[in-house]
């Protein structure tokens, strides 16, 4: 079975702070791919990242940047000074050969002005 | 690239009525999937086409739940009888190559059962 948690619920910042969203995950699989998606009000999921199982280098997009740790399975988000157009719903997704796409919870984060 | 369309945006019926809600994914897009999210919740997976093929259905797609993709093109969700824990937005999502890509996402059909 495959499992992917983001224990925050929720999680409000004022507008340039710094943000980070955790993801862990739990799979048996060697080969897995790791999403991230965020979901503004208008309610579709748009895709931000992809990495695969044998890739652990950190990755910086922007004001986007992804922390994957194999040891701790986790593959958290951070957002550096965030904006009120970052307020939506964060998910952390995994997919295995085996299992189709597993979302986790999502985190809402608002974003103060 | 007109993107994922999903018709309609919302739907509300009555406790056993019969509702059929329509996917056009990206023209290009051989996969597609449909998943259900719940308030505050996930999306989970219900079913995966490839072409015209069902490849693969969740535990979660009752009897009840039907999908189609005649000719590998748009997609369709009936489910009979429905019932409120059925209450729920239904997304779809296509891809183009193979099921490790990114999904592409529609917006979404809302559904109330009262």
């Known amino acids: 079975a495959q499992k992917v948690t983001q224990a925050q619920t929720e999680i409000s910042v004022v507008e340039k702070e710094d943000v980070t969203l955790d993801c862990v995950y739990e799979?048996?699989?060697?080969?897995?791919?790791l999403f991230w998606y965020k979901q503004p009000p208008s309610g579709e999921l748009v895709f931000l990242i992809r990495?695969?199982?044998?890739?652990?280098q950190n990755e910086i997009s922007g004001r986007y940047s992804w922390n994957f740790q194999k040891s701790t399975s986790s593959f958290n988000f951070t957002i550096t000074a965030s904006q009120v157009v970052d307020s939506a719903v964060y998910f952390c997704?995994?997919?295995?050969?085996?299992?189709?796409?597993?979302f986790g919870g999502g985190t809402r984060l608002m974003v103060k002005p | 690239d007109t993107g994922v369309s999903q018709n309609p945006r919302h739907k509300i019926t009555k406790r056993g009525q019969n509702v059929t809600f329509r996917c056009d994914p990206i023209?290009?897009?051989?996969?597609l999937y449909w998943y259900r999210q719940t308030l505050g919740q996930g999306p989970e997976f219900l079913t995966y086409?490839?072409?015209?093929?069902?490849?693969?259905k969740s535990r979660l797609l009752s009897d009840r739940f039907s999908a189609e993709r005649p000719k590998g093109s748009f997609s369709t969700l009936e489910i009979q009888r429905t019932e409120q824990g059925d209450s729920a937005m239904y997304l779809c999502?296509?891809?183009?190559?193979?099921?490790?890509?990114?999904?592409?996402f529609g917006s979404g059909t809302q559904l109330s059962v009262l």
């Open positions: 997704a995994l997919l295995t050969a085996g299992n189709m796409l597993t």
């Open positions: 999502a296509s891809s183009y190559r193979d099921r490790y890509e990114k999904l592409f």
């Open positions: 023209s290009e897009h051989n996969r």
């Open positions: 086409f490839q072409n015209e093929a069902q490849l693969e």
């Open positions: 799979t048996r699989d060697t080969t897995y791919y």
């Open positions: 990495r695969n199982s044998f890739d652990e």
